[in-house]
């Protein structure tokens, strides 16, 4: 049932122009309005964490339907350790606003932020980050991962044409 749960999906980015890691993320969630702190359940052993307890800093992209089949096929299945993502996916990076991680510039909202705190949950470590700045890079919907993967909104259209399968 824990798959019932509406997720984004996002693209995770850290490390700099040399050493660099991207995972797909969908357990991301605003944590507290006050500061606003963002958290990102990440597996013990991905590539990614490792590099964001290295650097402190990451920055999360929000997936529009253009991006979802690399986010699906190499940000999400692939390990930074062994190839370069961005490489592979073709993926245009820039240089951040206020951190050192590189930014999906096809990627509609970026939040860039520095880690507060590490905590271990369960078989994960949620990555507790506060977004130094928040943009957007086009007017491109986000995707929503429930059975399947939707735009926002049309999550709507599936409800009112069935409603049990909420
Ligand atoms: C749609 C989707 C969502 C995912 N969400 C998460 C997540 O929230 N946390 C996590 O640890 N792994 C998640 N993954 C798996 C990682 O993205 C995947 O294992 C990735 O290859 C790890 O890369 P890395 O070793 O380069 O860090 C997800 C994968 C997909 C396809």
Redesign the pocket.
Known sequence: MLNSLP?P??V?TVGNKNKK????????NQLSWSPPYIG????H???????IREYREFAVHLVSSDLVEA???I????????VD?FKIARITVVPSKRVKAPIIIKAPIVYECKVIKILKIGD?YLVIGEPLVAYRNNDKLPVI?YDN?HKIGDLIKVYQKNPNKM
């Not at 890691?21 to 991301?28: D, E, L, N, Y």
């Not at 052993?45 to 590099?51: E, I």
């Not at 940000?75 to 062994?82: A, I, T, W």
């Open positions: 997720l999906i996002t995770i890691a991207a995972m797909t993320a969908s357990w991301v990102v359940a990440i597996y052993s991905w590539y990614t964490l490792k590099l986010a699906v096929r940000f999400g299945s692939m390990s930074s350790k062994k993502k994960h991962l993967v």
